[in-house]
């Protein structure tokens, strides 16, 4: 088995139980090859920097999995087929994983991702220095130099 990254986009102007569908299908075309999900997240509506298909905008969806070359290229031809995706990367990013290797993956990603909510919800909480904060530590610091 191998891992690969993989970021598709997805129309804009499909409702949530559409794009829940498209990666529910990508999952299990990997699941039912033997393969693993290390993680997966949905970055959400974003701007391109061009137009794909006449869309400004597009909802991305980026993927950690461990599959075999076979399930990615059935991935990649359903994604051709389905009008839903506008464009997508697949990247191969070790060519052999273990099964101890996954879990430590997903336990890292799973971390990983506690850690950003953790810090998003810190972020909220934190107040804004005021620039007399600002001028009062430099002064302070001004004063320990000489």
Do not use: C, H
Request: net charge negative; hydrophobic share 35%.
């Amino acid at each position: 088995m191998r891992r690969y990254e993989q970021i598709f986009i997805l129309r804009p102007s499909l409702g949530e139980e559409e794009i829940t569908k498209v990666i529910e299908n990508s999952e299990k075309i990997v699941l039912d090859q033997g393969g693993a999900i290390i993680s997966q997240s949905k970055w959400g509506m974003r701007k391109m920097a061009y137009p794909i298909k006449k869309e400004p905008q597009g909802f991305y969806v980026f993927s950690d999995f461990a599959a075999t070359p076979g399930a990615v290229a059935e991935i990649e031809r359903k994604f051709r087929i389905d009008d839903a995706v506008l464009k997508y990367l697949t990247v191969k990013i070790s060519d052999d994983i273990s099964a101890d290797e996954i879990i430590e993956a997903q336990n890292a990603a799973s971390s990983k991702a506690a850690a950003s909510e953790a810090q998003d919800d810190s972020d909220d909480s934190e107040e804004i220095d005021s620039p007399e904060d600002d001028e009062a530590s430099a002064s302070a610091s001004d004063g320990d130099d000489e």
